[in-house]
């Protein structure tokens, strides 16, 4: 087995090149990488071996050669593939492992001459990666280190990688790509060459980029009278596309945001609707449609002139549901040709696409502005959900998060254990819970909000938000769930008043064995996650 290894990101590379060379693959790889590796006291072959070409003009040119491509692209079921590369003394070429030059970090540092955010530009990276993307089914491709654990861990299968997991690599791959290119594109966009031939922006001459993409100025900020505009990530994880509608405004962006950080917990369909940054119905279902209507349904009212968010491909159903009343905006991962055609008649919905691989992954990092400064936080995930609760069930597709806690944090600490219904709802309700914003207590079913309590001064208080926006006698047999502990029993004696049956919270209060107490004498099963998930 062979492993080609070109990387700009480092991190983790010696271990996991170290795990490949332990099973032993063979370890070929170019200029800085290739002397890591070395370095490290690893077999490696550099690729110039394999070529027969040194590297070239700067390394300009060096893996964009027939004995690698050729191994990357034969098929290993196509006897024909097979002997051409035989024939040319090519070898095949098992693992790619590439990410590419740092172009976000040139652009971002204020000293990069122009030229050489040109010389950032990566061609062979791209190449590798599409080559072994295509070639999926025979070549894993990993872009990214947050996946070498679980390289290693399909290589050491008996069957070897799942195809599965070979095609979850490649999609993340071409979300590398497509948001490298974007970067580009949307940086280089903003640039003129003057007749003298001289970059400018903005009238100014321009010998380095200081500030990433460019901004986009936004109709106003949270009010009218407040100018807004928008900075996309230097690191094209805001790699967002408009496709159509009015002029997109700060509160929007903020919600479209809300709503993307919903569905992106969940691999089901799911939808929801977003209003001042709180869902006011979230839903899964068996189709696309099915769950944006049921989570809109779950609140008709607040939904009105609402931001949807999508986990699945806008397709024409869907499309069709989302036209039959006033919404602002949408953001979801596609939009079928068809579809936009049917949002097209509402021409001041705004439409917005973005990879929702690209951030499924990897720890981000987030920052917000204060009057003493700014703030940044590693962003909130609700790891402990990913998997299916009670601990120890499992469903097709799941994998365990990298981060703890995981479902082995779980635990009943009434009496009264959940239902497996109880079960399935507490943990969609947690999911959505840890969305929305402090003080907060929300009440579901099984796979739908049934009555959502957001940011208020107490935990009474969000109880009694949600019990005054539900319909009447529609709380009976839901359960309930808390962003954070109750500090007294007043607190689940609202949520068991309002009709739940079951509730999920944090624990972690000095009034744990009071409120214990309370839902046992209530005959309510509660679960605690051992994690809290304020939302400010």
Known sequence: MRAILSVSDKTGLIDFARGLSSLGVQLVSTGGTSKALADAGLPVTNVSEVTGFPEMMDGRVKTLHPKIHGGILARRHRPDDLAAIKSQGVELVDLVVVNLYPFATAAANPETPFDELVEQIDIGGPSLVRAAGKNFRDVMVVVDPVDYPRVLEQLQRPEGPS????????????????????????????????????????????????????????????????????????????????HQGKALSYTNLLDLDAALRIVLEFTEPAATVIKHTNPCGTATGATTAEAYVRARDADPLSAFGGIVGLNRPVDVETATAITSTFIEAIIAPLVHREALEILGKKTNLRVVTTPFVSYRDGQRREMRAFLGGVLIQDADRVDEAREPWPPGTSVAGSRPSDSEPRTSDIRVVTRRQPTAEEWTALRFAWRVCAHVKSNAVIFTGADRTVAVGAGQMSRVDAVKVA?????????????????????????????????????????????????????????IAMVFTGRRHFRH
């Open 467 to 523: 019990v005054m926006k539900a319909p009447a006698g529609s709380l009976k047999g839901t359960v309930a769930a808390s962003d954070a502990f109750f500090p007294f029993r007043d607190g689940l004696d609202a949520v068991a008043d309002a009709g739940a049956t079951a509730v999920v919270q944090p624990g972690g209060s000095v009034k744990d064995a009071e409120v214990i107490a309370a839902a046992d004498e209530r005959g």
């Open 163 to 242: 195809l599965e997991f070979k095609f979850g690599l490649m999609k993340k791959a071409f979300a590398h790509t497509a948001q490298f290119d974007a970067l580009i594109t949307h940086t280089m966009q903003s640039i003129h060459c003057d007749e003298h031939g001289e970059f400018r922006r903005g009238g100014q001459i321009l010998s380095w980029m200081s500030d990433g993409p460019p901004a986009v100025p936004l109709r106003y900020g949270e009010n009218p009278h407040q100018k807004a505009e928008w900075s996309p990530l230097p690191n094209g994880m805001g790699a967002w596309e408009v």
